[in-house]
């Protein structure tokens, strides 16, 4: 048996800037870091049967890989040639709530499968592979920022170079980080239905058509001095943020919404430094930064749904083989 367990993530500064249509023309940078949240995947042969077994958030079992309905076990099934395996999902958060749980579990998945077959597990494959297979096989309109994100690990501010080589620069006082995440940051669940590809559609459409370059030029720019800012402290963190989540709105139409802009704004006139939506928009997790009194505040509200989050350092991890 083989268990790979792989952090979720927390997206800062420069998101947007990681897909093909700004990088490429314009290079990119972003500032992201791993969670102590994970999802892990265990898989390991099936008695008697050829057959693929499959039980994530509904139970398929297939005598052939080209007949799973889940997207990515298929094209993962289909390139390793995959029979006679039993596979199974579980995640310490659900999915579609802004902490890149897709690239998450397409990162892991690669991790196990190659593990089981004995076969190179560099990151930098499992990044390039997951990236590869999201991107352009299944045609998701997504960037590469969540695939370094997880499979690294720890805060790290990335460069994405027009050719799309990334280098990754590895936040160097990663003890003061871990600190700032520990009392002033938490997440609070923000309910509600969001269509994440059409979301995503929309700000991919809009940027081909040069209505958004400005604004991702201006979160380029945050993540190209993200170190500078994290470097500054909380309240530095947490106004830069702000400054992020309008440039973010202005991305897409259905990134917010009027209930969402006044959750914010009462945060924030409540004394908090900053908020920013994680993921597509519209519904996840809001990321809150704010003195240490009000975020424990918030962790102890009966009235809030939230979720204390610690940084991850290891990425996507093998943590058990037999």
């Known amino acids: 048996m083989i268990i790979s367990r792989t952090p979720l993530r927390v997206s800062l500064f420069g998101g947007g800037t990681d897909f093909y249509d700004y990088y490429s023309k314009f290079g990119g940078n972003f500032f992201s870091f791993a969670i102590d949240k994970y999802i ?32 990515v076990f298929r094209e993962i099934c289909q390139e390793y040639n995959l029979k006679k395996l039993d596979f199974s999902v579980s995640s310490d958060v659900p999915a579609k709530t802004g902490l890149g749980s897709s690239s998450a579990f397409t990162v892991g998945l690669l991790n196990t499968v190659r593990c089981l077959l004995k076969i190179n597990r560099d990151l930098d494959t499992l990044v390039k592979e997951a990236c590869k297979i999201e991107i352009s096989k299944l045609s998701e309109p997504i960037g590469i920022q969540d695939q370094n994100a997880v499979a690294f690990g720890g805060a790290a501010k990335y460069e994405i170079l027009k050719d ?82 309008h440039l973010k709105k202005k991305l897409a139409n259905q990134i917010s919404n009027s209930e969402l802009d006044s959750i914010i704004d009462s945060y924030i006139k409540s004394g908090f430094y900053g908020a920013k939506l994680l993921g597509a928009g519209s519904s996840g997790y809001l990321l809150l930064v704010g003195p240490e009194k009000k975020i424990q505040a918030i962790k102890e509200s009966k009235s809030v749904q939230s979720l204390q989050i610690n940084l991850d350092d290891f990425g996507s991890t093998i943590i058990y083989e037999m």
């Open 40 to 71: 892990y995947i265990s898989a390991h042969s099936l008695v008697d049967s050829s057959d693929i077994l499959l039980k994530y958030s509904k139970t398929e079992r297939v005598k052939d890989a080209s007949e799973i309905e889940h997207p």
């Open 164 to 245: 799309g080589t990334t280098k990754r620069y590895s936040y160097a006082d990663l003890t003061y980080f871990k600190e700032i995440v520990n009392k002033n940051f938490v997440l609070i669940r923000i309910n509600g239905n969001r269509n994440l590809t059409s979301i995503l559609n929309e700000q991919k459409k809009n940027l081909i058509a040069g209505h958004s370059l400005e604004y991702l030029h201006s979160l380029n720019n945050l993540g190209l001095n993200s170190v500078d800012i994290v470097s500054g402290g909380p309240k530095v963190i947490g106004q830069n943020l702000q400054l992020a989540w």
